[in-house]
């Protein structure tokens, strides 16, 4: 993999790359960037040049490179998938969904740039006023590791149909897909320096990014302690900030609900995406007098979960993404069965 700077796919300016692991192997993937500050300020410039012909387009015209994109997607899915399991662990299933969901995004706002309008009113003294959208310059997004493809094309499909520039940062240990994307867009005719892709570290490309008084606007999804520091950069500047944070999303079963029906909500709201998403499922809350047959429905649906290589057929939850996770998860584990703070009803070790 290469950054993405100007419609070119070059090296980072230091020459320095950092490597990407297959979680379930422990294989290295492939090679990336190490991008740092001279590598946004690049794609700030490119950007920033990209700027009058992109904005000047028509929302119809920009949308329909977008549209493009996604029926090439859709296309090579199967092929974007594997990569994405390869990089990320999902199973190649969740990761092919993925994938399709990113296509459908692009088709979503390919819709939407049909009906781009204004406000207009009337006031008796001072005649019509007409207010018109009108994008607002060079944008930022900087996306997690958990969900990628999905995550990126939120936050490019709206920019671009605008007729913002962007520049991109993926995960460090989930960027390959995010490249490949944006390949996608480049071949379909998405032109040079519309969307740049710098990978590397939080600390350095995150904060230029948030930093950067050229950008204008800023996307983040992730940690809630990075999100203030993402605030705290992007303050001296007044940047139009988006953060999209963690949760602690609770889940209540009242006693008249359909037991079976209710777990299998937990399943899927748990367990997908080993867990790994925002609005996953954290605490539940359960009636006392369903609580004994619920927790047994549970016990035997959650044995039932094949954990694996997200490639392995059969395999219906993949790996953590990443180790420092894993190690945060068994230490958790741990402290609570040292403190005798609850029962594990199942589980309750790493596999393997």
């Not at 071949?187 to 990978?199: A, D, F, H, R």
Request: glycine fraction near 12%; aromatic fraction near 6%.
């Amino acid at each position: 993999m290469k950054v993405l700077i100007n419609g070119e796919w070059c090296d980072s300016a230091s020459g320095k790359t950092f490597a990407v692991h297959n979680p379930a192997t422990g294989d290295v993937v492939e090679e990336a960037p190490l991008g740092g500050e001279d590598d946004v300020q690049s794609a700030v410039e490119a950007a920033d040049e990209a700027f009058a012909d992109w904005s000047s387009r028509s929302p119809r015209e920009r949308g329909k490179i977008l549209f493009f994109a996604a029926e090439e997607v859709r296309r090579r899915n199967a092929e974007l998938g594997a990569l994405l399991t390869t990089e990320q662990g999902k199973p190649i299933r969740e990761a092919v969904d993925e994938v399709n969901g990113f296509a459908n995004i692009l088709e979503y706002y390919y819709a939407l740039s049909a009906g781009e309008r204004g406000e207009s009113m009337v006031l008796q003294s001072h005649g019509h006023f007409l207010v018109q959208r009108r994008p607002i310059g060079i944008c930022g997004a900087i996306i997690p590791w958990n969900m990628p493809a999905i995550i990126m094309g939120w936050k490019i499909g709206p920019a671009l149909v605008a007729g913002n520039t962007m520049i991109l940062k993926p995960a460090r240990t989930a960027p390959l897909t995010c490249g490949r994307l944006a390949e996608i867009l480049e071949g379909v005719g998405l032109p040079p320096g519309v969307l740049n892709v710098v990978t590397g570290p939080g600390e350095t490309v995150g904060r230029e990014i948030a930093r950067n008084p050229a950008i204008r606007k800023v996307s983040f999804t992730g940690e809630g302690g990075t999100g203030k520091q993402v605030a705290l950069d992007a303050a001296p500047t007044l940047k139009r900030l988006t953060l999209e944070l963690g949760g602690s999303d609770p889940m209540i079963v009242c006693d008249d609900a359909d037991i079976p029906m209710a777990v299998e909500g937990v399943i899927k709201g748990r367990f997908y995406n080993c867990g790994q998403t925002c609005t996953a499922v954290k605490r539940l809350y359960l009636y006392e007098s369903i609580a004994d047959e619920f927790l047994g429905f549970l016990r035997a649906r959650v044995g039932e979960i094949v954990v694996g290589n997200g490639m392995e057929r059969g395999v219906n939850m993949g790996p953590l993404n990443n180790r420092s996770g894993l190690d945060r998860l068994v230490r958790q584990v741990d402290a609570a069965r040292e403190r005798d703070e609850g029962e594990i009803i199942v589980g309750g070790k790493a596999p393997g």
